[in-house]
């Protein structure tokens, strides 16, 4: 697919993860979930990612321009610092990046917008031949989650976006997809301890793409998506106990906690 042939994105923010109408209106139908968001923006210490997102739905939600600038500012952190490349979260600095533009996009300095497309730009660009291995590699799935957001976030702003996420869907369609289908039938896809948190950001980024442009990577790989609920059910089942071998699913990393000499 080129990246013309996308369907029609959103050019009013916020729209990742709802227009604003729909985000208040969710809060409203859901108002228990939307307290505890609001308790993560404001109390709580939690990892950069949520820490952002939180913010920002507050910011889309009441209007509350503190909290997004506060998530402009996590956002400007990285771009100031140096460029990630390699073994490193640079998928994560993608993603906070791009929920802080998406959901809050009013408050921030047009000056700063040109550094932060350079951002976003320049780390993609230096990890375009890293953690390519889609295997039961967590940073691939953080790679091809914040290469897509980022590219779905700034799509109408940033000239490179479109070939970024042409990129991203390339991967996903002749590697990605192919490997959920082969080594996830069944729905199990096990990466060392890292399994919840590599395959939320993937699945996050995957109902963008499916709210947002109308590509579909569930329906590409039923193998893997229909029976994942029920796979993540007995990864949760004892897996210290009698050395580790009651795992229904490997899950060790590093050699630690495992039935030493053996691994995964």
Request: net charge neutral.
């Amino acid at each position: 697919m080129s990246a013309s042939a996308y369907p029609s994105i959103p050019n009013t923010h916020p729209y990742l993860w709802g227009s604003r109408s729909a985000l208040q209106a969710l809060a409203l139908e859901r108002p228990a979930d939307y307290r505890r968001v609001a308790d993560a923006a404001r109390n709580a210490k939690v990892h950069e990612v949520p820490k952002v997102l939180s913010l920002g739905l507050v910011h889309a939600v009441e209007g509350d321009r503190d909290a997004g600038l506060q998530a402009v500012e996590l956002a400007l952190k990285k771009i100031r610092a140096p460029i990630l490349v390699g073994h490193v979260p640079f998928g994560e600095a993608l993603q906070v990046c791009s929920a802080a533009f998406d959901l809050c996009r009013a408050c921030w300095d047009d000056a700063e917008l040109p550094r932060l497309f350079d951002y976003i730009n320049a780390t993609c660009q230096s990890n375009l031949k890293e953690e390519d291995h889609v295997f039961h590699n967590s940073y691939w799935g953080s790679k091809i989650a914040g290469f897509g957001m980022a590219a779905y976030a700034t799509y109408h702003e940033n000239p490179q976006a479109p070939e970024i996420l042409r990129y991203v869907n390339d991967d996903l369609r002749t590697r990605g997809i192919p490997g959920l289908r082969k080594a996830g039938d069944g729905g199990g896809w096990a990466e060392g301890y890292y399994v919840h948190y590599f395959l939320f950001e993937l699945l996050f980024f995957c109902e963008i793409a499916r709210r947002v442009a109308g590509v579909d990577y569930y329906a590409m790989a039923p193998e893997f998506f229909k029976q994942r609920a029920v796979a993540s059910m007995f990864e949760l089942y004892p897996r210290l106990s009698e050395r580790g071998l009651r795992e229904p699913i490997p899950l060790q990393d590093y050699g630690t906690r495992s039935y030493k000499p053996h691994r995964d």
